[in-house]
């Protein structure tokens, strides 16, 4: 009850305030996906990703969430181009091992193992 009442939070003050409304929504999709509003989640990740403002590392960040919920819908493909973006983008080594993880495990399940063992490889670094 407490996440889907902090959305409902969340939501009322972006639309209260233009400025705030930018900040919170990271959080705004942290809590869709902990909700599994998966579908409103691609959506506002989405609208994240038009933002100009964003940092590389912002951008990255909403690449990872997209592509992991491709990932969770079997959409492969897709998944591994937008974790190569994220992935040129991020230069935090932690985020980058998480992202290596994420195209390690889409192509273990394409059946393309010797990728899948070289990123799982770099996500363990």
Do not use: H
Request: with cysteine; proline share 2%.
């Amino acid at each position: 009850k407490k996440p889907v009442e902090a959305l409902s939070n969340y939501r009322l003050a972006g639309a209260m305030d233009a400025d705030l409304a930018m900040r919170l929504q990271k959080k705004v999709i942290e809590l869709q996906l902990a909700t599994d509003e998966t579908g409103a989640a691609s959506a506002s990740l989405e609208s994240y990703l038009k933002n100009k403002e964003i940092t590389d590392s912002e951008r990255a960040w909403a690449m990872g969430q997209q592509a992991q919920i491709l990932i969770d819908r079997a959409d492969f493909l897709p998944a591994q181009s937008l974790l190569a973006e994220a992935l040129r983008l991020e230069l935090d080594p932690v985020v980058r091992g998480e992202i290596n993880y994420r195209i390690g495990y889409s192509a273990w399940k394409t059946g393309d193992n010797e990728e899948a063992e070289r990123c799982m490889r770099l996500g363990q670094r």
